[in-house]
């Protein structure tokens, strides 16, 4: 069984339309929630490691928030270079989830 | 910034022959991986390493690879008599300790002809 559940599988956003992503897990006793970013053909580029509910972490257009049950990448004023598949895992089982691809149009 | 180094880039192989992919994680780290991801799909969890010894693999790791750390610094995954399934991009990745973000290298790219 999945432990780790992306959605949506696809978005797409214009520029400066702000969203969110979700990821789901299904773990108990979470020793740390991954984001990464991956861009076609490229291996995966850490973002954020969150490690407790109510964390919350920021780099330039992305802030990532943790709860007991999920995790949100946030996006805001996305621009077209931040069209890319994000993707979460759990430390606990080293598995990713499938990911979100987002694509922001100019 | 340190970085994790595959190669090849690409390999072609013959269905039936054995391929070595090999890596260098950051000098470091501690611990090891092996992902591979099929044209489309999701980066799946092959094996982890840790102290010379595996720690953890999927289901899909399983005879036709295996894994090894032959010095201080390289890391391979070796696939035996390898399926036309096998055609995927394989990424090494690395890690300073429980808790760390993973590094990962550019991948592989393996073609079963």
């Known amino acids: 069984e999945d432990q780790v559940t992306q959605s949506p599988e696809a978005l797409r956003l214009q520029e400066g339309e702000s969203s969110s992503l979700n990821c789901s897990y299904t773990v108990s006793g979470l020793r740390g929630l991954f984001w990464y970013r991956q861009d076609p053909g490229k291996g995966p580029e850490f973002l954020f490691t969150?490690?407790?509910a109510g964390e919350e972490k920021e780099k330039e257009r992305l802030k990532a928030t943790l709860t007991k049950k999920e995790s949100f990448l946030h996006i805001t004023a996305p621009k077209p270079e931040d069209s890319a598949t994000y993707l979460c895992?759990?430390?606990?089982?080293?598995?990713f989830g499938a990911g979100t691809r987002l694509t922001v149009k100019p | 910034e340190p970085e994790v180094t595959q190669t090849p880039s690409h390999q072609v192989t013959q269905m039936g022959q054995e391929v070595i992919l090999r890596c260098v994680p950051i000098?470091?780290?501690?611990?090891f991986y092996w992902y591979r991801q099929i044209l489309g799909q999701k980066v799946e969890f092959l094996v982890s390493f840790y102290n010379n010894e595996i720690s953890e693999k999927s289901e899909i790791f399983d005879d036709q690879f295996s894994v090894e750390r032959p010095d201080g610094s390289n890391f391979t995954l070796k696939i035996r008599s390898t399926k036309l399934e096998d055609s995927a991009m394989y990424f090494c990745a690395s890690r300073l300790g429980t808790g760390y973000g993973y590094t990962f290298g550019s991948g592989t790219r393996l073609t079963v002809v």
């Open positions: 000098s470091n780290h501690l611990y």
């Open positions: 969150l490690y407790s």
């Open positions: 895992a759990v430390d606990n089982d080293m598995r």
